[in-house]
């Protein structure tokens, strides 16, 4: 999935697409979400100035994920926010919701069950996935099913994945990187 968190994020606030976002920190709770609305009205209400900035972040924690605008700046996964601060302090943080990526999680797998039975489950956000016996899982190398699991996903999600396709888990681990976001890379035998 791409930016899997922040993506899941952005679903919940839109106002804050195409903005350098980092999730980590402190978790989200409900209290806090029912404040906001109180506050606001909506989440999707709430004004962009209103949000927390990484620059006036003060302790040890870490990044899960940022955006990829965020990224433009060196901001990356595991970076410790301190950091991140100095790179990019312009940058939204907002907390972990760990309750809701599962969630969003699940959801993604499902439609990729529904298509490609044989999946192995690599965690919250990365799935491998087995094509060759899907019915037209070899058309145009694979190209023709990826697209349709992106498509299907972004239907039934909001969110976008990017997906390597290759003769092995390693080779389509790393195509998948490639073309990053919503990208589909070929790797041939």
Known sequence: MDAFFASVELLRYPQLKGLPVVIGGSRHTPEHEA??????????AIAVDA?????????????TTATYPARQ????????????????????????????????????KDVILEMA????????DEVYIDFTQVPGGQHECGRVL???IQQRIFEKTGLTCSVGVAPNKLLAKMASEFNKPQ??????P
């Open 183 to 188: 990208g589909i890379s070929i790797v041939m």
């Open 146 to 148: 990826a697209a349709s």
């Open 35 to 44: 404040q906001l609305i109180a506050q606001w009205g909506a989440l999707d």
């Open 117 to 124: 039975p044989l999946m192995e489950d690599r965690g919250v």
């Open 51 to 63: 949000f927390p900035r990484l620059a006036r972040y003060v302790g040890r924690g870490v990044i």
């Open 73 to 108: 700046f060196g901001v990356g996964s595991a970076m410790g926010m301190m950091k991140a601060a100095r790179l990019c302090p312009q940058a939204i943080l907002l907390p972990i919701d760990f309750v809701r990526y599962r969630q969003y999680s699940r959801m993604f």
